[in-house]
């Protein structure tokens, strides 16, 4: 009975990434990115205001979320991870065989981790730019899933700005009713070589439909590859 139940956890938990897989998939179709290889990078919020979504396993269904699109998108099917208040981490990436507790093993059991402190956006971001230009650049562009839950500092402009012509994009999701007015101005940036960023609201994170979410996640990708291959910053 034991190893029943063993294996009967099991075949829930890749069912359950399945189908997160295959909501994923309904949406690359409709966007036409199907054949789009690319990395995929998820930074994480942190800081202390982030606490009870830590706690409840909020974060951890995101991570479950966001590597469904890392498996149908990215060139080695795992999704590499940072935290971040104000300092950053970046932890060990997670995949298809290790998702489960992630949050709990790699990030709360972690006394590494500096943990629900301030937030401070542009260490983070200068460290996911450093990992996919200068220790490992790749010709599939990166896509950035950047979580906050509000007061993000005005200062991320310094690094969007300086990532424009890097196969980089940047997709911003404010989570909860706290202040986004940095994200929200991220259309009116200037500056830029090409427009690299976007935002989107989550009132409550647990309640949005993964149809809507992976929607609005990818919703200015494809504009952005094909103006980052019209500009040449991607081959």
Known sequence: ??????????????????????????????????????????????????????????????????LAVASRFDDDGQLDVWVYDNEFSRLKPVSEIDFENYVEEYILNNDLIHKFGRNDEPPVMEDVIAKYTVEDPSNHPTFIVFINDGGCKKTIKKPVVQSSDKPIFWQFVGIGDANFETLQKLDEMEGRFIDNANFFHIQDVEKISDEELYNQLLNEFPSWLKEAKEKGVLS
């Not at 179709?29 to 990395?39: D, G, I, M, Y």
């Open 1 to 66: 009975m034991l190893i029943y139940s063993i294996l009967k956890g099991e075949v829930s938990k890749l069912s359950s990434i399945s189908l997160l897989k295959k909501n994923v998939g309904v949406i690359l179709e409709k966007k036409n990115l199907n054949n789009v290889v690319a990395r995929v990078g998820l930074v994480l919020d942190i800081s202390g205001s982030m606490r009870k979504l830590y706690k409840n396993g909020t974060v951890q269904k995101v991570v479950e979320r966001i």
